[in-house]
């Protein structure tokens, strides 16, 4: 088994909600929806799919939250990453079994 640390994914509804929160986020989220292995599960499991036996612990990219967002809203913006990466290791414990 291959298990690879430290992958970045950008949960869609979190890089939603810090894409519209005028955090300034510049261009990061186009080049991060430009990508689509860091922003759709599906792409990234077509990539996973080249390797056998290989695994990803999931993180969250740059930028941290609390760089880009004030505190009200980085609490919320925690909890709905949180959430999501919560919900995906769930759904695809074989492929993500950690975040």
Do not use: C
């Not at 986020?25 to 996973?48: I, N």
């Not at 609490?75 to 990453?81: C, H, N, Q, S, V």
């Amino acid at each position: 088994m291959i298990l690879d640390i430290y992958t970045h994914l950008f949960p869609p509804k979190y890089l939603d909600r810090l894409s519209r929160s005028g955090t300034g986020l510049g261009g990061l989220a186009a080049r991060m929806k430009g990508t689509p292995q860091v922003v759709d599960v599906d792409a990234r499991f077509r990539e996973m799919d080249k390797y056998d036996a290989y695994a990803q612990v999931l993180a969250l990219p740059h930028p941290v939250i609390e760089e880009v967002a004030p505190p009200h809203q980085a609490e919320d913006l925690a909890r709905l990453a949180n959430d999501e990466m919560a919900e995906i290791v769930s759904r695809h414990p074989d492929r993500f079994p950690a975040w």
